[in-house]
Each structure stands twice: as C-alpha cells, then as structure tokens.
C-alpha cells in the first residue's frame, strides 16, 4: 500500500489572507510532495462596494484561482457573509467537519486570535470548535495578517525556512490586482516579516507560527 501524502489544512477569512499568512509555508509544502487544502471562508465582496456583489465575487475568485496555482495548492470556497462569519457557518459546519474527517488533517493553519479584524477572530473560534470535534487530532497553528506583532502569545513557535519559496509567496500576492491599494501596507510588513523570522532561524526569509493545539 502506497503510504498516504500528509495533508494541510489553512483556513483564510478572505481570499488573499492565506497568501499573505502563510503563502511561503504553503509552497514549502507542496515541495515537499505534501497536499495543501486552502478553505477560504467568504469571497469579500464588500471590499469593492461601488461594484455589485457577483462582479466581485468573479473577480476575487479568478484572483485566488490564480495564486492557488502559482503556490501549487488547492482551493475552495465557503461563501460566507463579511461580519457575518459565524452566523453563516452554522449551515456549513457539518460539511466542513465531514471533510475534516475524511481527509485527516496533520496541521490546520488558521488566524490569530490577536487579529484585530472581527472575520479573522471568527474564523479563529470556528477552528478551534472544529477541532474538539475531530476524532483525529491535527497539530493546529496560528498565523498574522493584520496584527504586526504578537503580544500575548505564549504558544511555542514553529519556523520554517521559506528562502527558496518566498519569491513564490510574492508572485501569487500579485495575482491579486484589485487588492494593490489593500495590499500595499501587508507587502512592507511581509518583508520584515519574512526577515525578522529568517534570521531566527539563520536563513535568509522564513514564517513563523504559534502551535495553539
């Protein structure tokens, strides 16, 4: 019997957040021949409110299609409202959990719990109600979009070395084109990011997380 590809979950609020947590980290492990599964949780279509709703949802689910690609990993989508994440998942959780089940996750990537933007915290607290669901327990970490820092986190650290697939976290960020103007500030953060953590570990970039489960 052929021994089963190690699987991984990362659970993104919106569809650039998984870029711009953990896209260094992701294309790490698609080199490693392991499979990567992105859940983005909603399409964000009140971040363009002169456009309607399904033209963005069209143009940010190209946009993450195409960064998926670019990373290796695949992608799906949960559709659920803005500021309406946890009110919306009660429809979905079974589907989600049935898909948790299945594929048994080693690690779940999901958002810290210091990101200031309410989905980002939905999306935290949703994770963790999947987890104590589970039959098989996977390793779960947390990752930053919005908060530069971390201040109350006393979780061991997990670094990994992403100096080969950094440039391949900056070539899918830029496949978000109607995020340029948002993006513009994650992009410095990224870079100090990926320095700060890089010399953590002596390499030249690296991402880091915080092991919670």
């Not at 569809?15 to 896209?23: H, N, T, Y």
């Not at 983005?40 to 190209?62: A, C, D, N, Q």
């Not at 309410?118 to 990752?143: C, F, G, R, S």
């Not at 070539?171 to 500030?185: M, V």
Request: with cysteine; proline share 4%; aromatic share 14%.
């Amino acid at each position: 019997m052929p021994k089963k590809r190690e699987t991984i979950f990362i659970f993104s609020a919106h569809s650039d957040d998984f870029v711009l947590g953990a896209g260094g980290t992701i294309a790490h492990y698609i080199q490693q021949h392991k499979k990567v599964k992105v859940i983005v949780f909603s399409y964000g279509e009140k971040s363009h409110p002169w456009l309607k709703g399904h033209i963005t949802k069209k143009m940010r689910t190209v946009e993450t299609f195409q960064a998926s690609r670019v990373l290796g990993c695949s992608t799906s989508f949960l559709d659920l409202r803005e500021f309406k994440f946890y009110e919306d998942y009660q429809d979905c959780k079974e589907k989600l959990h049935t898909l948790l089940e299945k594929e048994k996750p080693s690690k779940i990537f999901t958002h810290s719990h210091e990101d200031p933007h309410p989905d980002h915290q939905a999306v935290h607290k949703i994770t963790l109600e999947l987890y104590d669901q589970l039959t098989q327990k996977p390793e779960v970490y947390i990752y930053s979009v919005w908060n530069p820092v971390s201040f109350r986190t006393l979780y061991p650290a997990l670094y990994l070395d992403v100096t080969k697939t950094f440039s391949v976290k900056l070539k899918a960020l830029r496949k978000f084109t109607s995020q340029r103007i948002h993006i513009a500030y994650p992009f410095i953060l990224l870079l100090y990011r990926a320095v700060k953590d890089g010399f953590h570990i002596r390499k030249r970039f690296g991402e880091h997380f915080f092991k919670i489960r």
